[in-house]
C-alpha cells in the first residue's frame, strides 16, 4: 500500500450530500432530551440519525453439532463459501451421504444461518462425472473458490486412466452459480507424479482400500496389495486435499498433499487452471495432510491436518498450524520450529478433548459478519464410527466452531477443542435494519443524491441486488437512517458499472471521518482517514476484473481503519490497505455508500458490531505434586520387587547409570497379535499424572518405522493408550497412540504431536467426567519441564481396570536404546 494526493473533490461533494441530509432525516431531539456525549451536537445530520429509534442487532442462530446431521450422517472433508445470493455454500467428499447410501461424486449443501441446511445433490453425476478419472477414481476433498467471475472447485481424482494404479491428482470444475450446474475443464490442473523415494514414507497409496487413509498401522495385511501387484505399478506422491489462495499482487497458489511426500504449494497461471512452477514442499511427509491457508494480520497461515483421518473411533485426527510471511514458507510455529523439517513443529488448533468428538480434522475456515472467524470440519463421534458395516466407511459428519485468535495464532474455542452442546453459531445478518441480501430494499437506506434501487442480478446469480446510480452532475448517495456507534464492520459485495466507476463506504457526520474506494480509473483500493490528508492506497492486481463481483470489507477498530478486496471471502484479501484515523479517535456516525461514474451494484450489505472474543486461551492443566517415584538405580530384580511387572520378549533389558536401559527391538504391542515387551504395575485409585523422562536418540530424515519408547496405560494387550517419542517415515513425532475394540473391529490410531528431541518428558493425565469415564490426555516438554505442548484426550469406558508403565520397540534396525531416567506418579491438580 501507499499513500497518495488528498482527494479534496470527494471529500467536498460527499461533506455537501452529507449537510444537505439535515432536511431529509428525522426530527432531532426536543431541547430538554440530555444530549448523547457521542454526538457532535454541532452537526443536525448526527443529531437527526441519533433520533431514530436503533434496530436490534443481528443475533446468531443456535447449533449444536454435528450441523449437517439434518441432512446427512457424514459429510467429511468439508470446504466452505458464501454466494453471491447470500447463501453459505458446503461441499464434502464423495463418501456416501447416509448410512447404506451410495458413494456420491461429492456433496453440495447450502444455508443461511449454519442451523438449518437444504441438501443440493451432488457436483458431478454419471453424464458429468471428469472423462480423465479411472471408472474406479474416487473425488476427494473439495476446496471452492470465487476467481475471475466464476465459481472453482477444486478436488482430488485418487486414480485416472493416463497411468497405471492410484495415481492421485488435481481436477478442477466451474461452474456458473455455487450450486452448479458443474463442468469439469476436461484436464488435470496438477497431474500425479511419482514419489522420488518410493518405499522411503509409511504411507504407500497402493496398500489403499478406500475405507482408511492413514499413515501407519491401519494398512493391515489383508488390505495391502501383493507384492507382484505393488511391483507393477509405482509408488505416486500423495498429491490430494488441494486448496488455493489468492494473493495481493493476483498470484494464485495450489497447497497440496499428504502423508506420501507431504504438503506442497505451487503457483497457478492467471485462469486458475494450470499450475506453473515446481512443487516447493512446506511440512514434512508422514504427519500432515489437508493443508489450508489464510491471511491474518499481514502473516500466511498454513494449518494442516496431522496422523489418520479414518481409523473410526481410534482417529486422533487433529489441525496444527505454522505461520509465515510468505505463501512459501517456511512456516514455523508459535516456539518458532519449522513444520518442514523432521522433527517437525506445529501449533495445535483442535484435538479430541473428551467429549463425543474424535478424529477431529480436514477444515475450511469461514468468517461471519462480525469479523468472527469459524472452523468448519469433520469429526467422528467415539461411540458410532461406520457408516454402514463395522470396517467400512469411517462415519465423520460436518462439525463448526468458533475459531479464535489468541497471541498472534489460530485456536478453536480458544483451546477448549470441538463442542458438542448448543452453541451461539455464526452471526450473518446486519444491523441498522438492512436486508442483507436485498440492501436496497426497506428504509435502512435513503436515497441523497442519485437512485439507490433494487433491481434482479440478471447477469448473474445475486438475485435482487443494489444499485446505486449516479444523477446527470451529482454522485449517488444513499445514508442510512441509523448512527453507527462503536467498532464496526461493514461488508458489501461490489460490481462498478463501468471500468471508470468508483464506489465507495463513508462514515462522517461526527467530530471523524472516514471514506473507502474502490476507484475503477486508478484500479486502487483508497483509505481516506485523515481529511486534507494523504490516502493509504493499495493496487488491485491486473487480473482483477472490477466490473464483476468482489467483496469490500471495512474494519473500524480502534485508531484504525482497515480495508480489504476479496475474491472468494476467504481469508484471502487481493488488496489490503491501512490508515490511522484522524487525531487517535474512534470512528462513528452516519454510514453512507457513494458512487461515480457510471455507478455500481451492492449486495450482502452488512454492518454489525466487530466480534468481542477471548484474548486468553483456556488455562493448561495443573498438576499436583509427586507421590511416588521409581528410579532405576538398583538392578532390575529390584524393581520388579517394588511391584512392577515385565511382559512381552525383552531382550537386553537393565538397568544401568541410573536408568532404565532398554534395546528396542522388533516387539510391538500394536495389532491383533502384538506382543511387545512392556513394564507395568497397577494404577493407583482416583486422579492421577503418571510422567516419565526419556533419552531416545532416533535421529533425524532417514526411515526406521517404527522405533519408539514411552508411557503405558494399559486395560489388557488390544485395549490401551500409549505415548511415545517414535519415527514415522521421515518424520519424529510424539505420538498418543491408542488400540481398541468398536463394534468387532480392532482398530489402531494416533494423535501426531512435536517436535520430540533426544531428551523428552513425557506427561499423562488422568481425569473422570461427569459420567465417570476415564480421561487420559497427553503432554511433553523437550526444555525439563519449563514449558509444555497438551496435546489430545482419550477415552476409557467407566471402571475400567488400567495398568500403567512404560514401553519400547517398534523396530531393531538401527541399533539403538531407550534410557528412562525415572517414573513418576503426580496427583491431579
Known sequence: MSPATPRTRRLAVVGLATASLITTLVAAPA???????????????AVAAA????????????????????????????????????WFYAYATSDPLVSGGEFGLMHMARTRDFADWEYLGTVFDDATRPAWAAPGSFFWAPDVRYVNGEYRLYYTVTDSLAKPGADPGIGMATAPTP???????????????VLAEAGATAFDLRDYDGAVNSPRELRSPELAATESARAAVPAYQGLIDPSVLADTDGSLYLYVGGFAGGPHVTRLDDTGTTAIGELQQIAVSDRYEGSYVVQHDGAYYLMVSAAGCCSSVASGYSVFAGRSDSPFGPFVDAAGVPLNQSRAGGTQV??????????????????????????VYHGIDRNDGWLNEPGGINKRPMLVDRLDWIDGWPVVNAGAGPSDGPEPGPVTGSALGITTDDPASGRAFRALTGS??????????????????????????AVARELLRGENRVEADVRLAGADAEACVRVDGLRRGVEVCVDGAAREL???????????TAAVPERIDLEGWHTLVVTLEGDAVAAELQESRLGDPIARAVADVRRGGGVEGL????????????????????????????????VGDVTYTQTFDGSLDDVLADGWTLLGEHPGLTTADGALSWPLTSGDIAGANGAGPVLVRDAPAGDWVLETDLELDLGTDTVRNFQQAGLLVMADENFFVRLSSVAI????????FTEREHQGVLLLGGHLDGPPATEITLRILRTENAAGEQLYRSAFSIDDGVTWRWGMTWTLPAGTDVRIGLQAGGGATPATTAAFEEVRIRDAA
Open 591 to 622: 454510514l453512507s455508500l457513494t458512487a461515480r461514474g457510471a455507478g455500481a451494484d451492492l449486495d450482502n450489505l452488512s454492518v454489525a458490531r466487530l466480534a468481542e472474543g477471548p484474548t486468553t486461551r483456556v488455562p493448561d492443566p495443573e
Open 31 to 45: 431541547a430538554a432530551d440530555p444530549p448523547d456525549p457521542a454526538i457532535d451536537t454541532g452537526d443536525p445530520a
Open 51 to 86: 433520533s431514530v429509534t436503533p434496530s436490534p442487532p443481528p443475533e446468531p442462530a443456535t447449533i449444536t453439532n454435528p450441523v449437517s446431521s439434518p441432512f446427512a450422517d457424514s459429510y467429511a472433508d468439508p470446504a466452505v463459501l458464501r454466494g453471491r445470493d447470500g
Open 526 to 536: 483508497v483509505v481516506d482517514a485523515r481529511p486534507g490528508g494523504r490516502d493509504v
Open 729 to 736: 517415515g521421515h518424520s519424529r513425532t510424539v505420538e498418543f
Open 350 to 375: 483442535i484435538a479430541a478433548n473428551g467429549n463425543r468428538w474424535v478424529g477431529v480434522g480436514h477444515h475450511a475456515v469461514v468468517t461471519d459478519t462480525t469479523g468472527q472467524d469459524w472452523m
Open 179 to 193: 450450486a452448479g450446474p458443474w463442468t469439469d475443464i476436461g484436464r488435470p490442473v496438477l497431474e500425479s507424479q
Open 452 to 477: 439507490f434501487a433494487s433491481v434482479p442480478d440478471d447477469d448473474g446469480d445475486a438475485g435482487q441486488v443494489a444499485a446505486l446510480r449516479p444523477g446527470r452532475r451529482v454522485p449517488a448517495v
